[in-house]
């Protein structure tokens, strides 16, 4: 009797995997369909939760992200990034989602005081931090591209619903600080648009949540333990619609003689910044706000971000310092835990 009871609990089993996995290749249910891709320069992971028609869903999502790296990226020789950076001053026609780009980045880089800066090109370009050729550039090559990095000089405008911009000649754009937020948002829109209402969009660890978790209630994020291989975590957000987006000089860097060199640029010294600290997250409804943030709050800085946040209070963000203090701001005390105890904990009051 017990046996038949057994096999009959292992049949049911059997038969309630395979329905898992036929529901999770629909993505129908509690399993999700997922894509996964290589895309700006990083892996893209789409996780869809149930929605028929799932497979589709996901193949035009990354026709978006291809189409839009495509105009953003200035490794593409084709792109509006390039076209713009080789004009030589001209008026150049662009697509409508490239000027929404520089309008918003243009907005960013005014709010914070240009340490998120669009027009950085020259001076990443001669770094080219990230690809086989990183190099340290000379103090005169740094200080001829500096002059070149006014980006508000950059000019946009419409005529006849066509798209045009110019930048200054010798100027050149690097969108690589905010493009990923940018393409999350637009991937949130079209998946919103399409009737998706539970998803994770994750650019290569810039996340974006569609609606809340198959559980009910927010979805949880782990926030990567700089230094620390990939899926350590130092802390927990929970989020619900919203962006969740980590910089920190350990994404990307090159090391010459025995120094380190990493890929977020402070515009004002055209160097990598020597920021104090070791990550920055923002938790943001608009994944382009979020993305452009974190890259701010590393140029400024331990002693310049926690300023910026007060005054600032709509900003929700996590700091790590190099000397291991997890700054946070009141906004996000509600939904962010700290798991590493090596870490101490600080909430940013305001006016202090
Ligand atoms: P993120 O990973 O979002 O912090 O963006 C870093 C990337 O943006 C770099 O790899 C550069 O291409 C570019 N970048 C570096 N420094 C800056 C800066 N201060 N403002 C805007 N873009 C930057
Ligand atoms: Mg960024």
Redesign the pocket.
């Given at each position: 009797m017990k046996k038949r009871a057994f096999y009959a609990a292992a049949a049911a089993a059997a038969l309630f995997c395979l329905a898992a996995l036929f529901v999770s290749r629909s993505g129908v249910g509690a399993e999700p369909a997922v894509s996964e891709n290589f895309r700006l320069g990083t892996y893209v992971r789409l996780s869809l939760y149930d929605f028929r028609g799932a497979e589709r869903e996901l193949e035009k999502a990354d026709e978006l992200i291809k189409s839009l790296e495509n105009l953003f990226s200035v490794n593409i020789p084709t792109s509006d990034a390039v076209r713009l950076n080789a004009a030589g001053g001209a008026w150049t026609r662009i697509d409508a989602r490239t000027a929404e780009l520089l309008d918003m980045s243009l907005a960013l880089a005014e709010l914070t005081g240009g340490?998120?800066?669009?027009s950085?090109g020259g001076v990443?370009a001669l770094w080219r931090?990230?690809t086989p050729e990183a190099r340290v550039p000379s103090d005169g090559e740094i200080a001829e591209a500096l002059k070149y990095t006014d980006y508000s000089k950059i000019e946009l405008r419409v005529e006849n619903g066509a798209h045009f911009a110019r930048l200054p000649r010798g100027m050149r754009l690097?969108l690589?600080?905010?493009a990923?937020g940018y393409i999350a948002g637009a991937l949130k829109s079209q998946l919103a648009a399409d009737g998706v209402s539970r998803a994770i969009i994750d650019l290569g660890g810039n996340l974006d949540f569609v609606g809340d978790s198959p559980r009910g209630g927010p979805w949880r994020a782990g926030l990567q333990q700089p230094e620390r291989p990939r899926g350590e975590y130092f802390g927990i957000i929970e989020a619900e619609d919203t962006s969740v987006?980590t910089?920190g000089p350990y994404?990307?860097y090159f090391e010459k003689d025995g120094v380190r060199y990493h890929?977020?640029?402070?515009?004002a010294t055209g160097r990598p910044?020597r920021s104090g600290l070791a990550s920055v997250t923002v938790v943001d409804a608009d994944s382009a706000r979020a993305?452009?943030l974190?890259?701010?709050l590393?140029?400024m800085g331990s002693r310049r971000a926690p300023e910026f946040l007060r005054k600032h209070s709509y900003i929700k963000a996590v700091l790590v310092t190099d000397d291991k203090k997890a700054i946070i701001t009141p906004s996000v005390e509600k939904i962010f835990r700290l798991t590493d105890a090596s870490l101490s904990l600080f909430v940013l009051g305001e006016g202090e």
């Open positions: 340490a998120f800066s669009p950085l990443t931090i990230g690097d690589g600080a905010v990923k987006v910089s994404e990307r890929h977020i640029i402070d515009p910044a993305d452009a974190c890259t701010a590393f140029v």
